[in-house]
Nanobody
Framework: QVQLVESGGGLVQAGGSLRLSCAAS????????MAWFRQPPGKEREFVAA????????IYADSVKGRFIISRDNAKNTVYLQMNNMTPEDTAVYYC?????????????????WGQGTQVTVSS
């Protein structure tokens, strides 16, 4: 098993940047594809970005493509989400998730490991 803990959330103005981190403990996170999801207030959880175990391949939701970057440092058992040019629509609780297997997907039910979430608020 792997335990995931997110950090780096907070309040930022529109147009600003934040970097989220997801620290993994337990079984090494390099065995898992990793992803970020988010849940805006009053809405369903939605996919943001994911990457392969090596970090060599990534996928993004259309809403964040070109603004957000997912990456990982397997030596540190940490996954990152760099968020740039943020808008109020990016306001949400952001969750880190992990799944065994080689192929990252956009489907939340395929991820068996989740962090507790970190709040991100973008003011206009």
């Amino acid at each position: 098993q792997v335990q995931l803990v997110e950090s780096g959330g907070g309040l930022v103005q529109a147009g600003g940047s934040l970097r989220l981190s997801c620290a993994a403990s337990g079984r090494t996170s390099s065995s898992y594809v990793m992803a970020w999801f988010r849940q805006p207030p009053g809405k369903e959880r939605e996919f943001v970005a994911a990457l392969t175990r090596s970090g060599g391949s990534t996928i993004y939701a259309d809403s964040v493509k070109g603004r957000f970057i997912i990456s990982r440092d397997n030596a540190k058992n940490t996954v990152y989400l760099q968020m740039n040019n943020m808008t109020p629509e990016d306001t949400a609780v952001y969750y880190c998730a992990g799944a065994p297997g080689p192929i990252p997907t956009m489907t939340s039910r395929q991820y068996g490991y989740w962090g507790q979430g970190t709040q991100v608020t973008v003011s206009s």
